[in-house]
């Protein structure tokens, strides 16, 4: 079972950046394609980014391309969010999520079994 813990979330002036981290409990990180959610108040959770094991597919959402870039680093089981050029409307609390089969990749959240916590990204303006 791998359980994901995600850090890095915080308050930061628009046009700032953030870097978000996911690290995974277990030996097990590489079964799993990773993405990242977000969650604003009275909104549903939707879809940001997402990453298959090795890396070579790679998927995120119109209203972040060009902003946003996910990675991931297999030997730390650590998926990333680099976060550029943020603007209030991206403040909201953000998931990092897992899946399988490893190479799939997937912008629907039923798609995702496993899920951290979650860490809140305040973007002022």
């Known amino acids: 079972q791998v359980q994901l813990v995600e850090s890095g979330g915080g308050l930061v002036q628009a046009g700032g950046s953030l870097r978000l981290s996911c690290a995974t409990s277990?030996?097990?990180?590489?079964?799993?394609?990773m993405g990242w959610f977000r969650q604003a108040p009275g909104k549903e959770r939707e879809f940001v980014a997402a990453i298959s094991w090795s890396g070579g597919s790679l998927s995120y959402a119109d209203s972040v391309k060009g902003r946003f870039t996910i990675s991931r680093d297999n030997a730390k089981n650590t998926v990333y969010l680099q976060m550029n050029s943020l603007k209030p409307e991206d403040t909201a609390v953000y998931y990092c999520?897992?899946?399988?089969?490893?190479?799939?990749?997937?912008?629907?959240?039923?798609?995702?079994?496993?899920w951290g916590q979650g860490t809140q990204v305040t973007v002022s303006s």
């Open positions: 999520a897992a899946r399988t089969p490893s190479w799939t990749i997937s912008q629907a959240t039923h798609d995702y079994t496993k």
């Open positions: 277990g030996r097990t990180f590489i079964t799993y394609a």
